[in-house]
């Protein structure tokens, strides 16, 4: 059974960090690019960063950038792990994120290409 899991999410202040974890169950995600996207309340869902699954390369969605990570460990083919490591965070960055995979074409940010997804992890940023 395919499964997403993400972890971590939380209250922080202003200028603090969290690290979002997502373990992903099932072979096929071993071949799947590896991404996280966000969702404010009121807001449509929008991507935040993304890993492919070879070469670990890596997309950013420009408010980000300089401030998130995105990293993958492989060396489980029936658990694969994603990290989103978010430093300096922002009330701004407050949302819902989700762990998603695209498991087919190339590395991109438009949602409709990513075609299994967590359940999500509250981020909160506030003093």
């Known amino acids: 059974q395919v499964q997403l899991v993400e972890s971590g999410g939380g209250l922080v202040q202003p200028g603090g960090s969290l690290r979002l974890s997502c373990a992903a169950f099932?072979?096929?995600?071993?071949?799947?690019?590896l991404g996280w996207f966000r969702q404010a309340p009121g807001k449509e869902r929008e991507f935040v960063a993304v890993v492919s699954w070879i070469g670990h390369n890596t997309l950013y969605t420009d408010s980000v950038k300089g401030r998130f990570s995105i990293y993958r460990d492989d060396r489980d083919d029936d658990k694969n792990l994603i990290y989103l490591e978010m430093n300096n965070l922002r009330p701004e960055d407050t949302a819902v994120y989700y762990c998603?995979?695209?498991?087919?074409?190339?590395?991109?940010?438009?949602?409709?290409?990513?075609?299994?997804w967590g359940q999500g992890t509250q981020v909160t940023v506030s003093s």
């Open positions: 998603t995979a695209q498991t087919r074409g190339p590395l991109g940010r438009d949602l409709s290409r990513y075609d299994h």
């Open positions: 099932g072979r096929t995600f071993s071949t799947s690019h």
